[in-house]
């Protein structure tokens, strides 16, 4: 905007970091040149700006591997490592084409050394405070996001400390940002000592959210107050009260981050780590030691761990594979490791095999010292002091139950009998020297309690966890609106969350914090230490959701009073329960597509010979589509049940008619304790259903359905939430097959849609359900009729495919979308065009439209195509596209296909001959042409559009934006 004069025309002034600060640390060679004249080193490297550049400076450097870093990116976006040629040159023009300003560093591997981060601030007054310094526990090769992250750093001497934090203030007053939060990176060699300057980020950056959770100190809201004149000394310190901003924060705790993948939603993709950032979320534990954390950290990931081990009966692999996999970083490779100490595999060779520090080796290995001695020792047999510590390594009561072959609950009873309890610690950024005033807690069993009490009424909310595909910061936004609201109406609300990229987990959004994992022993901790009268589990999706039942339960055992607010446990179960769900819809003369279950291979096919195929297959009790597919034949379902799940008697396969052509339909609505209903919103998806909703667009108000069945849509929704007595939100998926209306599911919860309809149609749902749920009626909070807005709001899908090489772009009944954008005008065209842009997706206005479509698409394409041909694009088509196309007099040119010869549609593509491409897949999709072609376009910055609905959705924003182009106007605007 600055070069473009945008800034300058409406008078606009850049503050914090200026345009020049910014272009010299994001511009690779400005980086380079500033350390070299403030003598900081810099990696052996390069700068180029084409392919004949890149190949100059790799023989220059001379060695491999060699490591790429786009540009102006972030994530590390389009780089990587080349250990050889061929490799090299495709990652230098992946990264030159992902980079905006075509330019990348090319370095001299740093592999094996170690990796550090400083998070820096400044003010005008050239005041430079230190705020945490973050140790990757994963040596240099792996993206920061990706690594397991350690503040402080553990393995720098004070001296080696002491010199990063000197080239840090020298790095941040010649780059020159002026003011605000900075993030450096720098990597030391292990042999030597060594220091060299990796890269600065002058901004805020992911890891300035980790130290602000593990400080407490709020960088982005100091930067801010810097940016517009404040000193640091002038800023108070938020927790203490007492000391300045200037005041560096000490902590005397251990934080550990864990990153959440989620590679098996990207079939093809190999699941090796790099310096191209591939984690969807992360996970932060605090406690009193690194083990401590590192255990509740692991716990905190929602992976089904209960700690570093001792979690199920386990199959150790080879040591050749343990060796493998403990070579190239990989997501699984701390419990590769831990089988590697099992089979007797040194600390030294360990090492050497994966430059994790020695440190950090030998602490591990402790705990699996700990862990032999619970294998041998019976439950009933440990003393006070071993179970202390015990308890201070990190391990859970479920560890414990596992190793001794007893249970959760005997070890817990147990454990408080020996009066063995935690402790809740305060974090107050420093060091417990100054007393703090804001309650943010963390657990440990090695100091006093610091907890405040208080006799006014108090409400837990249970977060969402790490962010993972399928459960986001959607969740989270639900959480934050749930503590405003009831903080509003006088209670203390007290926020339990593991995840550091979360406003949940900000110390002022509740009056207390609990920075815990969200497990049955974690929470059940806090409820004994604080009683609460409610507990909000809706809120936070999956995760607090299957610690519903084991809650209840326990509460009843308990002497407590604290209750679980909103929709029963119960009741919740009975939608999750697919014959229980059945037996109220029969009640209720609701619809449902023809479906049943299978334990087998047998079953299954039984099943789909009653119903018929298509259809759609899945493991019950999942979450974002989970191992979901669509099969239409029986050697795809022989196929699906062999090797896509496991099939288990406790865990059947639901097999359901699938619903070709129909229309999905998502409805957010929320109910009273006197069993009054209102539905915040009807969406309609403009992908077919098959499409899992989180992947598809979807737009309020509904443009296609009749009134007819908007009434059956309306009326079914009240029904259900009668049934299942919600007190809260629900969300009810409904497919649409001409005028016949099919309940798909109904979550008695909140949905991942709930922001955007809250944000459609003007009204806070999370907050309305939140005071519902406190016992208020929608009468008394004045919401009593469903708002249907006379403006348009679309919502798309981001899709992360570019991360994941060799994964199929395809969308199906898996969800595999990392986040979400809207678009918002008066007509759907317009506000459908907003949101492609705001994803990332550029709408071609002119060029060639490539076109292949199954069987089943052929003949809905014709009229698509005529329509892309009326706004004067090109088309092409495959040959038997074309020959539908042609009987129906629409004339198009032949694009041969990857096996019929050349020049080909690969070819077009390379030559960017095709500006949009619109394929829709046959059965299972697995042919390699389909994959190569479509992984070319993502490549390319080819547009892919896999659905007809997609296509027609895409001809209505061209429409628009050919009458007149896009205009802006606030959200407040549209709901004046």
């Known amino acids: ?268 993709a190999e699941p090796v780590l790099t310096t191209q950032m591939k984690s969807v979320g992360e996970a932060m534990a605090i406690g009193g030691t690194f083990c401590e954390s590192f255990q509740k950290a692991m716990r905190s990931l929602e992976t089904g761990l209960a700690g570093w081990g001792l979690n199920t009966n386990e199959k150790v692999p080879s040591l050749d594979t343990i060796r493998s996999g403990l070579r190239t970083p990989n997501p699984d490779r701390m419990i590769t490791l831990r089988y590697g100490m099992l089979l007797g595999m040194s600390v030294e060779e360990i090492y050497e ?296 008697p406790d865990h059947p396969i639901l097999v359901d008619k699938f619903l070709e052509n129909a229309v999905e339909v998502d409805v957010d609505a929320i109910a009273d304790h006197t069993g009054n209903v209102v539905i915040g919103g009807i969406m309609e998806h403009i992908e077919q259903a098959g499409i899992h909703s989180g992947d598809s667009a979807c737009s309020i108000p509904t443009q296609t359905l009749s009134e007819t069945v908007l009434a059956t849509i309306r009326r079914q929704t009240i029904q259900l939430a009668k049934a299942l007595n919600v007190v809260g939100l629900m969300n009810i998926q409904f497919a649409v097959q001409g005028e016949q209306v099919y309940i798909l599911e109904a979550n008695p919860r909140a949905s991942r849609t709930v922001p955007f309809v809250s944000k459609a149609i003007g009204i806070p749902l999370a907050k309305m359900a939140s005071r519902v749920m406190s016992g208020k009626t929608l009468a008394e909070l004045g919401y009593t009729q469903e708002k249907i807005p006379d403006y348009v709001s679309v919502k798309e899908a981001v899709l992360p495919f570019a991360k994941f090489p060799g994964t199929d772009v395809l969308l199906g009944p898996e969800m595999r979308s990392t986040g979400e954008v809207m678009g918002i005008d008066t007509e759907f065209g317009r506000a459908f065009a907003k949101a492609e842009l705001a994803a990332g997706q550029v709408i071609p206005m002119s060029g060639t439209v490539f076109v292949s479509v199954n069987d089943r698409d052929k003949e809905a394409i014709v009229p698509v195509v005529q329509d892309f041909l009326d706004l004067g694009f090109k088309v092409t088509a495959t040959i038997n596209t074309r020959k539908v196309l042609w009987e129906h007099g629409v004339k198009v040119d032949l694009e041969l296909k990857l096996h019929e010869g050349r020049p080909n549609v690969l070819d077009a593509i390379k030559n960017h001959a095709v500006q949009l491409a619109i394929i829709t897949p046959s059965g299972s999709e697995a042919r390699a042409d389909g994959i190569t072609i479509r992984r070319s376009a993502l490549a390319y910055k080819v547009p892919i559009i896999t659905t007809i609905a997609g296509a027609k959705a895409t001809i209505s924003a061209l429409r628009s934006l050919q009458k007149h182009p896009l205009d802006v106007k606030a959200l407040q605007d549209y709901y004046i």
Not at 222 to 246: C, H, M, Q, R, W
Not at 355 to 380: C, H, M
Not at 542 to 563: G, M
């Open 1 to 268: 905007m600055s070069k473009n004069g945008v800034l300058d025309k409406y008078g606009v002034e850049l503050i914090g970091a200026k345009l020049d600060a910014i272009e010299k640390a994001e511009d690779r060679l400005l980086f380079k040149q500033a350390m070299e004249k403030i003598g900081v080193a810099c990696c052996p490297s390069g700068i180029a700006n084409n392919l004949n550049e890149a190949r100059a400076i790799a023989e220059q450097i001379g060695t491999y591997p060699l490591i790429i870093r786009p540009a102006f990116t972030m994530g590390g976006t389009g780089g990587g490592i080349a250990y050889n040629q061929e490799e090299y040159e495709e990652l230098a023009m992946g990264g030159l084409d992902a980079s905006p300003m075509s330019q990348i560093l090319v370095e001299q591997s740093l592999i094996g050394w170690k990796e550090y981060e400083l998070e820096v601030m400044r003010d005008l007054a050239d005041n430079v405070v230190i705020i945490c310094s973050i140790e990757n526990l994963d040596p240099m090769g792996v993206h920061t996001g990706d690594s397991i992250t350690v503040a402080p750093a553990q393995t720098l001497t004070d001296k080696e400390y002491q010199r990063l934090r000197d080239a840090a203030i020298k790095i941040i007053r010649e780059i020159g940002v002026e003011t605000g939060g900075s993030n450096i990176q720098f990597s030391v060699n292990p042999v030597n000592g060594d220091v060299i300057v990796i890269e600065m980020n002058p901004r805020v950056s992911r890891s300035s959210a980790l130290a602000s959770k593990a400080t407490g100190f709020p960088i982005a809201k100091f930067a801010a107050k810097l940016s517009v004149g404040y000193t640091l000394d002038e800023i108070s310190n938020d927790i203490t009260k007492k000391t300045p901003a200037s005041f560096e924060p000490t902590i005397d705790y251990v934080v550990t981050k864990i990153p959440r993948f989620t590679f098996e939603k990207f079939p093809g």
């Open 353 to 648: 095999l994966t430059g994790i520090d020695p440190w950090f080796l030998d602490k591990l290995q402790q705990l699996l010292e700990t862990e032999k001695f619970l294998k041998r020792t019976p439950v009933t047999e440990i003393n006070h002091d071993d179970m202390l510590a015990i308890k201070r390594q990190g391990f859970s009561d479920r560890q414990i139950a596992f190793a001794s072959q007893t249970t959760e609950d005997e070890v817990r009873k147990y454990r408080k009998g020996l009066g063995v309890k935690p402790a809740y610690k305060m974090v107050d950024t420093c060091a417990a020297e100054f007393e703090s005033t804001t309650p943010y807690y963390y657990s440990t069993y090695w100091e006093e309690d610091e907890m405040i009490s208080s006799d006014r009424p108090k409400v837990m909310i249970l977060g969402g966890g790490p962010n993972r595909i399928g459960q986001g910061i959607e969740f989270d936004y639900c959480c934050c609106h749930a503590s405003y609201s009831l903080r509003d109406d006088g209670y203390i609300t007290i926020m339990v969350n593991s995840n550091p990229e979360t406003v949940s987990t900000d110390y002022d959004t509740s009056d207390r914090l609990y920075f815990e994992p969200l497990t049955k022993e974690d929470v059940f901790n806090i409820i004994e230490a604080e009683e609460p009268l409610g507990i909000i589990i809706q809120f936070g999706g999956q995760t607090p959701l299957k610690l519903a039942v084991p809650l209840e339960k326990a509460l009843s055992e308990s002497t407590l009073k604290t209750k679980i607010w909103g929709t029963s446990p119960d009741s919740i179960d009975t939608a999750e329960d697919r014959e229980r769900f059945e037996k109220i819809l029969r009640e209720l003369n609701i619809q449902q597509a023809a479906n049943g279950m299978a334990r087998s291979y047998e079953e299954a096919l039984a099943v789909a010979g009653r119903i018929g195929y298509p259809v759609v297959v899945r493991p019950s009790y999942v979450l974002g589509g989970r191992a979901m597919e669509i099969v239409y034949s029986d050697e795809e379902l022989e196929r699906y049940m062999t090797f896509a799940v496991l099939v288990e």
